[in-house]
């Protein structure tokens, strides 16, 4: 056996039985807690496969990966589930492969395991409408802003005694995600409608998962109104964002603030008018009346009597004067076309009645070419300026009351980066945060196992060898020790020697080199031994 492995078993065995049992479990220890850290170190990062599940998609999607040898990890809602980094590409293909996720609803795969022997007609329609459900509340669910979708089809049903005939109605039930997406509803009417035969988009009603109704064909002020809301919302972020792009260049996307209020009227308008042209006249017609009247009149000479009349014998020559009346009229009537325009204006559009925009601008912004504060006449000018440039972006119409205001604040810390949307450090940290703290976890217990159990072990097995030199020492073993504990050791430099001890120990060189060492450390007190060592040869020689 080697003279090292002979000298280690024999340290072993003279530090008894309680001391090796210690080392054991000290070694136990440690090889646990490497195993641990290990172990929590290597974990894999998981990523996010699906999110906003059903519980039971995820029990079955969870068997299925389970199955296929993939290690899946859910949250604490049971609404996602988490594969291994790496993995997401295959865990999909997987899962597409035997259909799931499927809480949107079966679609079209409805006819992948129907059989067409003793399948009736009813059952066919009926898988019909199920699948058009399905794969409309599928294609429902795409829309930005929608979580999930129910949707109910009600189809014609023909009849030979039927005097109206029935059209197709729907009823669709969506879950937002997040508010501010009403505004979708008629969207998905439209879509709905178009994907039905026969189907028009105002037999389609709209509800959200909380039961107020969206939109409905049986109800105009709904639609008014959701539309008139709609039109709103659009008219102030195209007024926010010309003011966005006109102020990010120079003030910077997060050192401003802009909300804007719009009061849009929806009135539907219908305007007739009809123009006429008097110098493009042309004679239609004409019409001409003329009339002549002539009439004579005789006088008589002598008054009539009743002695005149008796019958006589008329006088020659004698008589009265006669009165001609001779009169004409002439009447001309012409009829003509005048040119005119008839103009008939139905207006289903908008008008801004007023604009009310609020700008709330970084003070600390607003700094010189040196980067130096301004002073107050300086922001006010350079307000102005914005000012100027937010009007002519939004299109203020002064005489409309558009209302423009501009103020300078100091913005709270942190609020000023919240519009930014690209990456930044913290999430880059975010995404390697685990694994950062993995690795710190492990590196704290292998610190904690140096310094609580590897230490303190070391200590104790330092004592033990001391403890074994001493006892050598004082059996003879080593002269220059045996000498000086002979010459005693229980004076005031018992400390010091300890010391010097463990340090030869701890070295393990040869006697003439310990001895050198021990001379270095503590010249006095090795010049002392040498004499006591020298006296005590002599008193033995004389004896």
Same mark, same amino acid.
Do not use: C
């Given at each position: ?11 072993? +065995? ?54 296929? &040898? ?46 067409? !022997?003793?399948?009736? +007609? ?60 009403? +505004? ?30 969206? *939109? ?25 964002? &010309? ?192 694994? *950062? ?96 060592? !020298? ?5 033995? +020689?004389?004896?």
């Amino acid at each position: 056996m080697p003279e090292n492995l002979k000298m280690l078993a024999a340290n072993l +065995s003279a530090l008894g039985p309680r001391r090796l049992m210690l080392m054991a479990g000290v070694f136990v220890l440690v090889l646990m807690a490497v195993g641990i850290g290990s172990a929590f170190l290597n974990r894999p990062a998981y990523q996010p496969l699906y999110v906003g599940l059903e519980r039971d998609d995820v029990t079955r999607m969870g068997m299925v990966l389970g199955e296929a &040898g993939i290690v899946y990890d859910v949250n604490a809602e049971g609404t996602a589930l988490m594969v291994p980094a790496g993995m997401t590409g295959r865990a999909r293909m997987i899962l597409a492969e035997k259909g799931l996720p499927s809480s949107a609803g079966a679609g079209y795969e409805l006819f992948d395991n129907l059989g067409s !022997l003793g399948l009736t +007609s009813f059952m066919q329609e009926v898988t019909r409408v199920r699948a058009l459900e399905g794969e409309i509340a599928r294609s429902i669910q795409t829309i930005s802003g929608v979580k999930g979708a129910r949707v109910h089809i009600v189809m014609a049903e023909r009849g030979n005694f039927r005097r109206a005939e029935q059209v197709p109605t729907a009823s669709v039930i969506i879950r937002f995600d997040r508010a501010g997406v009403e +505004s979708r509803a008629n969207a998905v009417r439209h879509l709905v409608a178009a994907a039905v035969p026969g189907m028009v988009a105002d037999n389609v009603t709209v509800l959200d998962s909380a039961g107020r109704l969206l *939109a409905a064909g049986e109800d105009p002020l709904t639609n008014s109104a959701s539309s008139a809301i709609g039109i709103e919302a659009t008219v102030e972020n195209q007024v926010a964002d &010309g003011i966005h792009r006109a102020l990010a260049a120079t003030l910077g996307a997060a050192n401003f603030r802009v909300s804007v209020q719009a009061d849009i009227n929806t009135d539907q308008r219908q305007i007739e008018e009809t123009i006429f042209d008097p110098d493009s006249r042309i004679e239609r017609s004409v019409q001409i009346v003329r009339a002549e009247d002539a009439a004579t009149e005789q006088l008589a000479s002598e008054p009539v009597t009743v002695e005149q009349d008796l019958p006589q014998d008329a006088q020659a020559g004698a008589g009265g004067g006669s009165t001609n009346e001779r009169s004409e009229r002439r009447e001309e009537t012409t009829n003509y076309e005048l040119s005119s325009t008839r103009t008939a204006t139905i207006s289903n559009g908008y008008n801004v009645d007023r604009l009310s925009i609020a700008v709330v601008v970084n003070r600390a912004r607003l700094v010189d070419a040196e980067g130096q504060p301004l002073n107050p006449a300086a922001v006010e000018e350079r307000l102005a300026q914005i000012r100027t440039v937010a009007a002519a972006a939004a299109g203020i119409v002064e005489d409309r009351g558009d209302v423009l205001n501009i103020t300078a604040f100091d913005f709270v810390e942190g609020v000023a980066a919240e519009g930014s949307s690209a990456p930044g450090a913290m999430a880059s940290l975010n995404e390697h945060l685990g694994t *950062a703290i993995n690795a710190f976890a492990f590196i704290a217990v292998i610190l904690a196992v140096i310094f609580l159990a590897v230490r303190p072990m070391i200590n104790v097995l330092r004592s033990g060898e001391f403890a074994q030199q001493v006892a050598r020492v004082e059996a003879g073993e080593t002269p220059l020790l045996a000498n000086e504990g002979a010459g005693g050791i229980g004076d005031g430099s018992g400390e010091a020697l300890a010391d010097m001890a463990a340090e030869s120990i701890r070295l393990k060189p040869a006697p003439e080199e310990r001895l050198s060492r021990i001379i270095d450390m503590n010249e006095e007190r090795a010049a002392q031994i040498l004499r006591r060592w !020298l006296n005590n040869e002599a008193v033995s +020689s004389d004896a």
